[in-house]
């Protein structure tokens, strides 16, 4: 697929540092994201930090806590369409937000990709 027919774009919300990159550098690498975009913290984002609002949010499960979890019906509101991925530690507690998909630290190309189809559908313009 070619660059001109991307269509989506994402956010991804993770302190600066080597995973963002890796991360960043993963999700750049799927054909169906025209822009990836990146945040530090999810407290800081707003419905007009992103522009335009991004099909996915992919949010570092260190983020997320106590300070958060009140915050979640306004995080959703400020993108409705948004789909969410929660990536975390093994062993840490998922988060109780919905609707989410919950990934492990460590996933592979595959299962992002895999996981960004199924969230996306045709949006993801994916080649069958």
Sequence with gaps: M???SRR???LIICPPGRYREG????MDSLP????????????????DSVQP???????????WGPD???????LRAAWPAARWVFVIEPGQAPPGA???RVLLRGFSLDTLAVTVRSLLGDEAGFIQ
């Design 2 to 4: 070619s660059q001109a």
């Design 8 to 10: 989506s774009s994402a």
């Design 23 to 26: 991360l960043w550098a993963l």
């Design 32 to 47: 169906c994201f025209d822009q990836v975009a990146v945040a530090d913290t999810l407290l800081a984002m707003t419905a």
């Design 53 to 63: 609002p991004p099909s996915l949010v992919v949010i570092d499960g260190l983020e």
């Design 68 to 74: 958060v979890e009140p915050d979640w019906p306004l």
């Design 98 to 100: 919905e609707p989410i």
